[in-house]
């Protein structure tokens, strides 16, 4: 049994050192900055509708003579919820959308958010399945898309991108998918 040392290499400019990468180039391209406002749209929404909510509870809970521990479990939900709100509505949009990173080329599509907890992800363009753009009422608002990309394993996401930015990735990615399984069938 011929056992070799892991021996990590890099990859130089497209290049193969050992069969395996060594330098991937970090994600560089930013999400759109509207979608700060869309996420503070949406999110004001959620927590307004959960803050109704409790509102109505604890009106049936002063009107209908509830038990007396439910009215203090409902303030203490609804000064939760208004942190919650405070901070979902005004800073973790901006937090977002300044550490979300993606990067396309020709052999991975990366992604990389967050700072505290980063989370980066590279997918090697031979296990791109599909890719596709999604839009609902909010994205459309502020002409954003959604871009999905699937692998056989998992699908992933790169949030508020602009229409025609959203297309010409689409059109990227799908081209350089088709270009590896040609490759692939042609071997």
């Known amino acids: ?8 290499s890099i990859r130089i400019t497209g290049e ?28 004001t ?21 509830w038990y007396g521990w439910v009215s203090p479990v409902l303030y203490t939900l609804g000064g939760l919820l208004i942190l919650s709100a405070l901070y979902s509505i005004l800073l973790e949009p901006v937090f977002v959308q300044r550490h979300w990173r993606y990067r396309i080329d020709e052999e991975f599509i990366q992604l990389k958010n967050g700072k505290w907890n980063t989370k980066h992800v590279v997918i090697p363009m031979e296990k791109v399945e599909y890719v596709r753009t999604e839009q609902g009422p909010f994205l459309r608002k502020y002409g954003l898309y959604d ?3 699937g692998t056989t394993t998992s699908n992933h996401t790169i949030p508020a991108i602009p229409q025609a930015e ?12 088709k270009v590896r399984d040609e490759e692939e069938e042609a071997i």
Request: one cysteine or more; aromatic letters at 8%; hydrophobic letters at 50%.
């Open 147 to 149: 871009l999905e990309i």
């Open 45 to 65: 929404i959620g927590h307004a509708i959960a803050l109704i909510i409790i509102a109505v509870l604890l009106y049936c809970a002063d009107h209908f003579h």
């Open 1 to 8: 049994m011929n056992l070799k040392p892991f021996i990590p």
């Open 166 to 177: 959203a297309e010409r990735l689409k059109a990227v990615i799908a081209t350089y998918a």
């Open 16 to 43: 193969v050192k050992d069969g395996m990468y060594i330098h991937i180039e970090e994600p560089t391209e930013t999400i759109s900055k509207d979608a700060v406002q869309m996420w503070r749209l949406t999110n």
